[in-house]
Structure formats: C-alpha cells, structure tokens
C-alpha cells in the first residue's frame, strides 16, 4: 500500500487550498481515510476521517465549518478542500489508511492503532 499528499503550498490567511492524496495497493472502497496534522512541538492532530463504503466524514473541531473531504473512487483519490484558512492551520498534514472511523480516530495516542498506512506529508504554511 502507498499512500502519496500533495497540493500544499504557502497561502495567505483567508485564502484556500486543496489537498490531494492517493493510495495505491488496496481497494478504495473498502478502507477508511484520514487527514491528520502535526505542526512543530505539537502532538499529531485529527482532522477528518472518512468511512469505507458510506463515505461519512467526520471532522476535527478545530477545522468544521471549514475544510471539505471528497472522495474520488475511480482515481482512489481523496481530497481536503481547505477554506478560510488561518495561521494556526499551518503544520504538514498526512493522509493516513485504516480499517474504519471508530470514535477513537482522532486521538493522538490510538491514531498509529487505528490507521496503518501513511503518506509521507505535504506541507501547509499560512501567513498572516
């Protein structure tokens, strides 16, 4: 299984990105997808899974209202559509393979548990 980002870049507050991130290996259908992100000296933070087959996305309270998964099946592409972007959004972000959304996806500790396959990042810096 690979899993590959891209689409970061520096953005000026207010602005917008999107991210890709396709994986290659397994049947799109039948796994869940992550975004994480981590910026210096902070732990790894949730930011969206998306569930096999039902596609449901859930999201990371810092970002709702916000940032938008899609998903794109036939390319087993997904991607995170970041809008109103603030300086505290900066950090790389990791798209993340797992099995489901359990209501433990987002923790920092259980995030190796429940996702097992991840990207290499692609990095996101807004200025103020």
């Known amino acids: 299984v690979t899993v590959v980002e891209s689409g970061g870049g520096l953005v000026q507050a207010g602005g917008s990105l999107r991210l890709s991130c396709t994986a290659s290996?397994?049947?799109?259908?039948?796994?869940?997808m992550g975004w994480f992100r981590q910026a210096p000296g902070k732990e790894r933070e949730g930011v969206s899974c998306?569930?096999?087959?039902?596609?449901?996305?859930y999201y990371g309270n810092s970002v709702k209202g916000r940032f938008t998964v899609s998903r794109d099946n036939t390319n087993n592409t997904l991607f995170l559509q970041m809008n109103s972007l603030k300086p505290e959004d900066t950090a790389i972000y990791y798209c993340?393979?797992?099995?489901?959304?359990?209501?433990?996806?987002?923790?920092?500790?259980?995030?190796?548990?429940?996702?097992?396959?991840w990207g290499q990042g692609t990095q996101v810096t807004v200025s103020s």
């Open positions: 998306t569930t096999r087959r039902s596609g449901i996305t």
């Open positions: 290996g397994l049947t799109f259908d039948d796994v869940a």
């Open positions: 993340a393979v797992g099995s489901d959304c359990p209501p433990s996806w987002w923790v920092p500790s259980l995030q190796n548990f429940n996702f097992n396959y």
